[in-house]
């Protein structure tokens, strides 16, 4: 399979906890993207990566949020402390070029209980 | 913010019928995407269109852009049950990197 894909596909965690996704985008894609999806809304924009360097951040995304792509390949999104608003589908994407298509991957799907 | 808004919400057909969902955006674009996502499902990119282009099709499906208006249509063909999903639009402003979402069209195809 040469789709981006995550892991895990389905997180239960309790309030307080960090938790960590990961992503890996299709390969010769050096454009990544992360998103928030939460039920009946699209997804919003949390950050982008064009190689190793986060050049787009939205003001979603938290202090407690941290995401990270070493070596330009695959990337990690962490959240500290988790709370019940933090209860989403975790979305990755990647494209080829900035004005290209952006593919998704399957999702996330994190529950804060 | 939300840069695309969908219309309608909710759209129910036969089978065999044409869909038509229509998205509105706010700001100047480089391009607009087509996605659809199946319930709880990730999305499924359908079509990009740029800016300078009016109309692209794909198979069963046609996208037309107008910039003047700062709208978008999409249209599926003889639709078929399996096309039921949610369907977004999203934008790619100019000087930025991210897509913004509208609320979807939430398409159902009855048998």
């Known amino acids: 399979d040469t789709g981006v894909s995550q892991d895990p596909r389905h997180k239960i965690t309790k309030r307080g906890q960090n938790v960590t996704f990961r992503c890996d985008p299709i390969s010769e894609h050096n454009r990544l993207y992360w998103y928030r999806q939460t039920l009946g809304q699209g997804p919003e924009f949390l950050t982008y990566?064009?190689?190793?360097?986060?050049?787009?951040k939205s003001r979603l995304l938290s202090d407690r949020f941290s995401a990270e792509r070493p070596k330009g390949s695959f990337s990690t999104l962490e959240i500290q402390r988790t709370e019940q608003g933090d209860s989403a589908m975790y979305l990755c994407?990647?494209?080829?070029?900035?004005?290209?298509?952006?593919?998704f991957g399957p999702g996330t799907r994190l529950t804060v209980t | 913010s939300q840069q695309g808004e969908e219309d309608p919400q909710a759209l129910s057909i036969q089978e065999g019928e044409n869909a038509t969902m229509n998205c509105s955006y706010k700001t100047s674009i480089n391009n607009l995407q087509w996605y659809r996502q199946n319930s709880g499902r990730g999305l499924v990119h359908l079509i990009l269109?740029?800016?300078?282009?009016r109309e692209k099709h794909s198979g069963r499906l046609r996208v037309t852009l107008d910039t003047s208006k700062k709208s978008s249509s999409l249209l599926i063909t003889a639709s078929r049950a399996a096309d039921t999903a949610s369907y977004f639009c999203?934008?790619?402003?100019?000087?930025?990197?991210?897509?913004?979402f509208g609320k979807g069209t939430k398409l159902s195809v009855i048998p």
């Open positions: 999203a934008g790619r402003s100019a000087g930025s990197y991210q897509l913004t």
């Open positions: 994407a990647s494209s080829l070029k900035a004005d290209y298509e952006q593919y």
């Open positions: 269109i740029r800016s300078n282009e």
């Open positions: 990566f064009q190689n190793e360097a986060q050049l787009e």
